[in-house]
């Protein structure tokens, strides 16, 4: 069965360290998001892509950055983790036309920035 | 810019007892509408959606209907079970802008209690 997956599930880091999150999928899927989900907020999206070499910034996207070199990897990089940064972080993925709208979610990733 | 707001939480209720959760949103043109939901320690999964006016979706026994003229799209559930209990969030997808990205509301955790 097809599915997305996220590493690692928790990490806890230092202020100032460089951290990837990686998020793989198996849908074949052209677009795929970051969300960080935090109370009270909901999820808002970080960044996203709809294809490969293809990257675009969302609404909270500063320190972090995404590249995307094939169709099924969007890792997540934090530049220089910050505290404010400590979250739980979604990947997501969705089709092409008529299958854009439905979403699929990776398990999350907490992140804890010390 | 698009924006959900739905009630907030937590929602307590007796099993078998009647749900609403509201949601109201604002954005460009005809959006889609869906409602997701997170177990636990889960990604979110897709509970419905709807893509059009007067569109009601339907699963698991939940149901929305989606209302343009006041702009909304209340979840509703006849009979909630303990297992029902978990976090909902609304969220939405302005097709009029190309957009891919959903934009969710703040959640609303349900605890349903036997």
């Known amino acids: 069965d097809a599915e997305i997956t996220q590493s690692p599930r928790h990490k806890i880091t230092e202020t100032g360290r460089q951290v990837t999150l990686a998020c793989h999928q198996t849908?074949?899927?052209?677009?795929m998001f970051w969300y960080r989900q935090d109370l009270g907020h909901g999820l808002r999206l970080i960044h996203y892509?709809?294809?490969?070499?293809?990257?675009n910034k969302g609404e909270v996207s500063d320190g972090y950055s995404v590249s995307r070199s094939n169709t099924e990897d969007l890792p997540l990089t934090l530049e220089s983790a910050a505290s404010s940064q400590t979250s739980v972080y979604f990947c997501?993925?969705?089709?092409?036309?008529?299958?854009?709208?439905?979403?699929?979610f990776g398990p999350g990733t907490r992140l804890t920035v010390l | 810019g698009d924006s959900v707001t739905q009630m907030e939480g937590p929602v307590t209720l007796s099993e078998e007892a009647f749900l609403t959760i509201n949601c109201t949103y604002t954005?460009?043109?005809?959006?889609?509408l869906f409602w997701y939901v997170q177990y636990p320690g889960e990604g979110l999964q897709l509970l419905l959606k709807?893509?059009?006016?007067?569109d009601k979706g339907s699963n698991k026994g939940f149901e929305a209907t989606y209302r343009k003229e006041t702009t909304s799209f209340h979840l509703e559930k006849g009979s909630v079970q303990v297992s029902d209990s978990a976090v909902y969030f609304c969220?939405?997808?302005?097709?009029?802008?190309?957009?891919?990205?959903?934009?969710f509301g703040s959640g609303t955790r349900l605890q349903v209690q036997p």
């Open positions: 969220a939405l997808r302005s097709r009029d802008t190309g957009r891919r990205a959903l934009t």
């Open positions: 954005a460009t043109g005809y959006p889609s």
């Open positions: 849908w074949n899927h052209n677009n």
């Open positions: 709807a893509t059009k006016a007067d």
């Open positions: 997501a993925s969705s089709g092409s036309g008529s299958s854009t709208d439905t979403q699929y």
């Open positions: 892509s709809y294809g490969v070499q293809d990257t």
